[in-house]
């Protein structure tokens, strides 16, 4: 069965660090599209960062550049967001979204799946 659970949400100071995790089982993050997703209450789902299977190549968001890390841990398939220099504004809901590709009936077929998400709220 797939499944992406997210943890290490919090509550933390402007300026403080978190750092989230993103499990994944039934599928291998270093040959799946794994990125990371917020929501901020009213506001809809935006991208914040992505980790490519080839080369482990990373994008983000301009929002967070310079101040968000995605890694990832093969041996614990495991993608991480490590979360610095956090803002008021980065409040939000972060989901891990994981696209898993599978060969089957002569193609390629691409599902999507979503943790649960986990709540990372940055206030004095």
């Known amino acids: 069965q797939v499944q992406v659970v997210e943890s290490g949400g919090g509550l933390v100071q402007p300026g403080g660090s978190l750092r989230l995790s993103c499990a994944a089982s039934?599928?291998?993050?270093?040959?799946?599209?794994m990125s990371w997703y917020r929501q901020a209450p009213g506001k809809e789902r935006d991208m914040v960062g992505s980790i490519s299977t080839s080369g482990g190549i990373t994008k983000y968001a301009d929002s967070v550049k310079g101040r968000f890390t995605l890694s990832r841990d093969n041996d614990k398939n495991t993608v991480y967001l490590q979360m610095n220099g956090l803002k008021p504004e980065d409040t939000a809901v972060y989901y891990c979204?994981?696209?898993?590709?599978?060969?089957?009936?002569?193609?390629?077929?691409?599902?999507?799946?979503w943790g649960q998400g986990t709540q990372v709220t940055v206030s004095s």
């Open positions: 039934g599928f291998t993050v270093s040959t799946n599209d």
């Open positions: 979204k994981a696209v898993v590709f599978t060969y089957y009936d002569d193609r390629i077929h691409q599902d999507v799946y």
